[in-house]
């Protein structure tokens, strides 16, 4: 049976059942390790800029996917501020359960910057308006970790 053939006799299908072993280890490549180590050091958000386009890129990246520019030189820092850009209110868990407070995870624009993060916000859910300016949460700088996770939230 070829990809572009319409299956209409389910009884044709077929399943496996099994485990395959994968093993892979995940980098955040040359750029991530940066944006982290900067994160981690200086509480700050490592971004790469384009000399051709003129776009500034968080997350960082080491080309430009528009005009293809090498920006592996093209760095800059910013401070980790931004704005609300969309947002959503849980009251549920990943399984379903209530949740004894609302929780908020937003998309936030950082400053200066053509990208931005989706992380927890810390606000509140009723008061919370697309446009806010936010400011990150971070861990403490001996308690960094160089993760993701250094930002606690965005209040």
Known sequence: MGLREKITDTSRLRAWSGAIGVSFQYTAGVAGERFFSVLRTRGRFAVTRCPECGTTYLPPRIYCPRDFQDLTNRWDEVAPRG?????????????GRPLDRPRLFGFVQIDATDGGLLAPLDLDPATVRIGQKVEAVLRPQGKRRGTIQDIIAFR
């Open 83 to 95: 704005t609300v850009h969309s947002f959503t209110v849980l009251h549920r868990d990943l399984n």
